[in-house]
């Protein structure tokens, strides 16, 4: 359970806690969450809200004239479902007295430093003024392969660009469990630790209205509880969810405590940019050993033995060990251009510096 005192926590509520069986939006869902949202911002605890549901909700309202395909059918749902999904929340939320603010974004707006500031700038301004933001990836146009794999990779990205003490990502079901759910004796794994290994157990299937599944939930849990941010896996249709976990009450649930190793906000990003990679580097042995050091260290050119690919200055790198093993990630200070010319010398600046490393 949540100890520590909060300040300030993301919500992701997935698609199969809003949408009834048949794929109708739950509108007391929906309201009893809200409820619980408007308690926790009323105790002093800043909220951001991933929710997913656009995509569902406009399946429902709309029947096309003719077969269309899946992209056309994403982006005619979602357009629809999206205005519906916000007008829902706005109007649940004015009951107690707030304010909601939407955010829809993509996946390359994170790619980007910039952009991602931007984005940050946006959610700070709506949270000091005491605006609950409202977080949905623009099904509409994000429809190629840069896509987020679902809602809970993009709450992480949230989570950790916004220094939030705690993600709590609601599903249908109460936790990772040890088995399949539907067995009798299967049991929900209370809590994961970096190192423990239960890969095993999670079903591989995705959720019946998203795209993601138990899998995704456990590695982006792993990876944002690494970059300190307590996660919660929890049942979004048990009653009161919210307001137990907030109050530390002991419910089952899948708990991923948070490292103590503190992590910069440049780190922050550069971890969750492995998908925007444009080009790989790769090092040699000792290179890799001074990775592995108890000394930061930066990627020199003298331990450089490959570039792959085309990049420019400040795209984001794979680091790759002489096995072809990925390392992790990193911001190339050259173009792949100028630093081909650069392998194995001595006395050049850092290919990426240590402030702009990510290693797994």
Known sequence: MITTQLKRIAVKVGSNVLTRPDGTLDVDRMSDIVTQIAAIHESGIEVILISSGAVASGRNEIHPHRKLDAVSARQLYSAVGQAKLINCYFELFRQHGLICGQILTMKENFSSRTHYLNQKNCMEVMLENGVIPIVNENDTVSVTELMFTDNDELSGLVATMMSMDALIILSNV???????????????????????????????????????????????????????????????????????????????????????????????????????????????????????????????????????????????????????????????????????????????????????????
Not at 254 to 270: A, G, L, R
Request: glycine residues 10%; charged residues 25%.
């Open 174 to 360: 109460d936790g990772i469990y040890d088995g399949h759910p539907a067995l009798k004796d299967s049991k929900v794994i209370p809590e994961i630790s970096k190192n423990m290994s239960v890969e095993a157990f999670v079903q591989p299937g995705k959720s019946t209205f998203g795209r993601g599944g138990m899998l995704t939930k456990l590695n982006i849990a792993r990876k944002v509880a690494d970059e300190g941010v307590f996660v919660i896996i929890a049942n979004g249709t048990q009653e009161n969810i919210l307001i137990d976990l907030v109050s530390g009450k002991q419910i089952t649930c899948t708990c991923f405590p948070p490292s103590d190793k503190p992590v910069s906000s440049v780190k922050k990003w550069v971890a969750h940019s492995d998908g925007f990679a444009k080009g790989e580097i790769y090092i040699d042995k000792g290179a890799e050993r001074a990775l592995s050091g108890v000394n930061a260290t930066s990627i020199l050119f003298v331990g450089i033995t490959q570039i792959k690919d085309s990049f420019k200055k400040n795209d984001i790198v794979k680091i790759m060990n002489a096995s072809g093993q990925q390392l992790g990630v990193g911001r190339a200070e050259y173009d792949s251009e100028k630093a081909l010319l650069l392998i194995g010398k001595h006395n050049a600046r850092p290919m990426i510096h240590y402030d702009y490393l990510y290693l797994d």
